[in-house]
């Protein structure tokens, strides 16, 4: 039987995936923006980061500032979930980096030490080259 599957050769780099709003209608990007519908995750984490999006620049002032520190704090709080989040769903071969707007913040990477929760979206994320651009 032959396998189509793909493996981590060791000492192989994981692939990155990097999360932040940019108005691109996503917050998830490799080189380039990654739309939702080609990333195969479950519909539950997709809402949770387009609401994460949203709630992100409700929290800015017309000069793009924070409105509160309060509100930057729970955009780094809910950023870290989320990329860990993302991080199961792909599983090992998938780092998730999230370098936070509030100031100060150290950049976070959260990486799975399990295959992925989700065959689809990690799939969808091997094969990015035939993402959409």
């Not at 309060?70 to 979930?81: C, L, N, P």
Request: net charge negative.
């Amino acid at each position: 039987m032959r396998y189509d599957g793909a493996m981590l050769q060791e000492g192989a780099a994981p692939t990155t995936v990097r999360m932040f709003p940019d108005c691109a209608d996503t917050v998830l990007w490799l080189v380039y923006p990654v739309d939702y519908e080609d990333t195969d995750l479950s519909p539950g984490l997709i809402g949770e980061l387009e609401a994460w999006e949203r709630s992100y620049y409700e929290a800015l002032d017309t000069d793009f500032n924070w409105k509160t520190p309060e509100d930057a704090q729970a955009f780094t709080k809910t950023g870290i979930d989320l990329a860990g989040q993302v991080a199961n769903e792909l599983g090992e071969e998938f780092v998730v980096e999230f370098a936070s707007y509030e100031p100060a913040a150290p950049t976070y990477t959260a990486h799975s030490v399990r295959r992925a929760d989700n065959v689809g979206a990690a799939t969808a994320f091997s094969g990015s080259s035939q993402m959409k651009v």
